[in-house]
């Protein structure tokens, strides 16, 4: 089953739809929630996080967490300044902020942990996406500039020294206001398509660092969404109008509505504020301000279904039925919304950049995705926060599915320590390899008979 998840910037709460039923919202309606544009992420299918607009009263915004089974908000964070887009990887190991600064903030979701900050852009971070493969982050902000980050490149200090630019690249040929950003696929061949309140959306090579193609609109551009072959993208306008543009054909292929523009769908009367594709890639869904949820066969370009929530839809997004149960192998499940699931939610996200351990625990993973069918927990937990959740579960009752969850956290545990144990292995390893070669090479670059103290210098 498909969901369909919106939030709005008025206290309407999240919303949650089948995508394939015929209109009825699931029980479960996530309030508070006055989320910001593009604040709103599903965390490894296990919960859900939304940014909140700043309160005129407060200098500093939010960040919620939701359960599935729960309609109230379980955790709050506040971070050090407002945070407007978040985003996750796959495996929900991580949350990116970017904030109204300008700065990037990096949280590690098990033990809630600051690990990096940036600053990204001289105004408000817009909004961020990840690329295919979780590498690349893709930033686009108020100054009008689109940037790709290496995320291995910013926990590596001395390369990030070494470096001309903190980033790959900077794509700065918007003249307003960068609205939303969307990365294809195929890795570092991929493209990138941003929107912006100049009212065009341009298309940039990934591979080649270059801009591509231009597109001109004849209303504001607030969301875009790439078809799943990527020979078109879709564009929700201000207008209330979703414009078909083209990724691939002649450059002198044009409509009416300008060049490289081939169709629109238009049924909603207010703006267009938020786009998703099913997971199939049949189905678009779009959202707007005036608080409808219509669900498009691209085929036909007919609308097959339409949702309610709330005046002024800002976010929304496509995904498959979350992990909420424990089967009998201990291991998340498919499963209802239901209020008798239970779930273990991370701690708040930290205001500051923690000092290392002295354990030295291991931390985030950055790496390139990897697709599997089956859940993964492991990655979701770091050592500690796992360590602490068997205490917990040893304090509080025996219920079968405690004891399973408790095992599987053992098991898991043990092989985050394993894993711990062998990258260090690996990593005294080289380093002695390393020393090893270097002594080699400069002994047999001396001339002989001339031998070199350390200490001395000479």
Same mark, same amino acid.
């Given at each position: ?28 309606? $996530? ?134 630019? +903190? ?17 294809? /696929? ?182 390139? /995705? ?56 690996? $990593? ?18 001396? +001339? ?11």
């Amino acid at each position: 089953m498909e969901l369909v998840i919106a939030s709005s910037p008025g206290d309407a709460g999240i919303g949650c739809w089948d995508l394939h039923s015929s209109g009825a919202e699931q029980k479960v309606r $996530y309030r508070p929630c006055t989320s910001a544009p593009h604040g709103l992420t599903c965390v490894g299918r296990r919960f859900l996080a939304s940014s909140q607009l700043r309160d005129s009263s407060s200098s500093s915004g939010s960040i919620l967490y939701w359960s599935w089974n729960k309609s109230q908000v379980e955790v709050k964070s506040f971070p050090a300044e407002p945070i407007n887009p978040l985003v996750s990887n796959s495996e929900g190991t991580y949350i990116i902020g970017g904030g109204s600064s300008g700065e990037i903030y990096f949280w590690e979701v098990a033990s809630g942990r600051l690990l990096k900050r940036w600053h990204a852009h001289y105004r408000a971070v817009t909004c961020l996406v990840l690329s295919e493969d979780e590498s690349l982050l893709i930033s686009g902000a108020e100054d009008g500039c689109v940037r790709v980050w290496s995320l291995l490149m910013m926990f590596d200090d001395i390369g990030r020294e070494a470096a001309k630019h +903190p980033y790959i690249y900077n794509f700065n040929e918007h003249t307003l206001r960068v609205t939303d950003v969307v990365s294809g /696929h195929g890795g570092c061949n991929a493209i990138i398509v941003s929107a912006s309140e100049d009212r065009t959306c341009k298309v940039w090579s990934l591979s080649k660092g270059k801009l591509l193609r231009s597109i001109e609109f004849p209303s504001i551009i607030d969301a875009i969404v790439l078809d799943p072959g990527e020979h078109v993208f879709y564009a929700g306008s201000r207008d209330g109008k979703i414009f078909i543009a083209a990724l691939t054909g002649e450059s002198t292929l044009s409509s009416s509505y300008g060049k490289h523009i081939i169709g629109s769908l238009s049924e909603h009367s207010n703006a267009v504020t938020c786009l998703a594709f099913s997971s199939i890639g049949t189905l678009l869904v779009s959202g707007s301000v005036d608080g409808l949820i219509r669900v498009w066969d691209t085929k036909t370009h007919n609308i097959v279904r339409i949702f309610k929530h709330a005046k002024g839809l800002n976010n929304i997004f496509v995904v498959r039925q979350p992990f909420i149960g424990i089967n009998r192998e201990g291991i998340g499940a498919q499963a209802p919304l239901s209020r008798k699931s239970a779930s273990l939610l991370p701690p708040p996200l930290d205001k500051y950049i923690n000092s290392p351990d002295e354990n030295n625990e291991p931390r985030a993973v950055i790496a390139p /995705h990897t697709s599997c069918d089956e859940p993964l927990e492991a990655p979701y937990h770091s050592f500690h926060v796992m360590k602490h959740q068997i205490n917990e579960l040893q304090q509080h009752g025996s219920s079968a599915a405690t004891e399973m969850e408790l095992e599987r956290l053992k098991l898991d545990c043990n092989r985050s320590l394993e894993m711990v144990q062998r990258w260090r292995r690996m $990593y005294d390893d080289l380093h002695r390899f390393c020393v090893d070669e270097l002594l080699d090479g400069s002994q047999t670059e001396r +001339p002989s008979g001339i031998l070199h103290d350390d200490k001395l210098g000479t």
